[in-house]
C-alpha cells in the first residue's frame, strides 16, 4: 500500500508542476500555424508580383513551405476537434 501511495505522491506532484506550465491549446497553435503561413503567402505573392523582383526562386519556394504550414495547422486543428469528439463519445 505504501508504494501507492508512494506512486500517487509522486504523480500528484509531477501533475502539480505540468498545471503550473502555459501550454496554448490545440486549436490556438493550429490557428497561429494557418496565420503564419497565410502571412508568408501574402509577402511571397507580393515578391513575385512585383516587376522589379528578379529573384523568383527563393518565393516560389516559400509559397510551397507556406503553404504546407497553413495544411499542418488546419491538420493540429482537425486532429483537436477529432479528440475532443471521442472524448464526448467515451464520456457520455
Keep these: 500500500?505504501?508504494?501507492?501511495?508512494a506512486s500517487l505522491n509522486k504523480m500528484n506532484s509531477i501533475s502539480g508542476a505540468l498545471?503550473?506550465?502555459?501550454?496554448?491549446?490545440?486549436?490556438?497553435?493550429?490557428?497561429?500555424?494557418i496565420a503564419n503561413?497565410?502571412?508568408?503567402?501574402n509577402r511571397d505573392a507580393q515578391q513575385i508580383a512585383n516587376p522589379?523582383?528578379?529573384?523568383?526562386?527563393?518565393p516560389?519556394?516559400?509559397l510551397s513551405q507556406s503553404n504546407l504550414l497553413a495544411e499542418a495547422g488546419a491538420d493540429v486543428i482537425r486532429a483537436s476537434n477529432n479528440m475532443l469528439g471521442t472524448l464526448l463519445d467515451i464520456f457520455a
Design 1 to 5: 500500500m505504501s508504494g501507492i501511495n
Design 19 to 33: 498545471s503550473s506550465i502555459n501550454l496554448p491549446s490545440a486549436v490556438s497553435s493550429g490557428s497561429t500555424a
Design 37 to 41: 503561413g497565410s502571412q508568408s503567402l
Design 52 to 58: 522589379g523582383n528578379q529573384d523568383l526562386l527563393d
Design 60 to 62: 516560389l519556394t516559400n
